[in-house]
């Protein structure tokens, strides 16, 4: 009997820290931003050829050696369909992110911004609300010309804001999860 008051006395008190416990104050783990290490565009030419790849390497990551990058040269008047590649090679085995973008497509979108080229991007996937992500796309080349093309990954970007839809950074906020420029030449 003594040991069964001893009981209720303590009831209550394990009751106390079993609902402070499993309150909603728990952290929640936000949807971190990725590791890239590698990036790889790869250009294939719709009419048959060899595909042209650009990459965007950087293993030990900021402030370590320079990244590797790898430009390229496109031919004119040409339509080609890309893919982009994202790796983590600071895990074994390497972690291939792009997969984790496409898992969570809804809160990822690339953007293609060429300057000073003859080149128009298409997005050739979309997400689960109808908006584009970037893994696929077409880029269509014009007349000979150099320059730039930057390939920008947005985590979390506002993709209902004005121009999004067609590839506009403008407007869509978001953090940056991996931005590099190459240098294109179209001959």
């Known amino acids: 009997m003594k040991n069964t008051k001893k009981l209720l006395w303590a009831l209550p008190l394990f009751a106390i ?5 499993c309150e909603k104050n728990d952290p929640v783990i936000p949807n971190q931003e990725e590791i890239i290490t590698t990036l790889r565009y790869t250009l294939t030419p719709d009419g048959g050829g060899s595909a042209v790849i650009f990459q965007f390497q950087d293993v030990d990551g900021d402030g ?12 004119s ?24 973008v496409a898992n969570e497509a809804v809160d990822h979108q690339f953007f293609f911004q060429p300057s000073g080229i003859n080149a128009t991007f298409a997005y050739d996937d979309a997400d689960a609300n109808g908006n584009p992500i970037g893994l696929a796309s077409t880029m269509a080349t014009g007349a ?10 947005r985590h979390q970007p506002d993709k209902f804001a004005t121009g999004a839809s067609s590839g506009d950074i403008t407007n869509v906020g978001g953090e940056t999860d991996i931005e590099v420029t190459f240098d294109v030449t179209i001959q």
């Open 17 to 21: 820290a079993l609902l402070t416990s």
């Open 64 to 75: 370590g050696n320079a990244p590797v990058i790898t430009n390229g040269n496109l031919a």
């Open 77 to 100: 008047n040409t339509t080609y369909s890309g893919s982009l590649l994202l790796l983590n090679e600071t895990t074994n085995p390497v972690d291939t992110t792009s997969n984790e």
């Open 144 to 153: 000979a010309s150099s320059g730039t093309l930057t390939i920008t990954l």
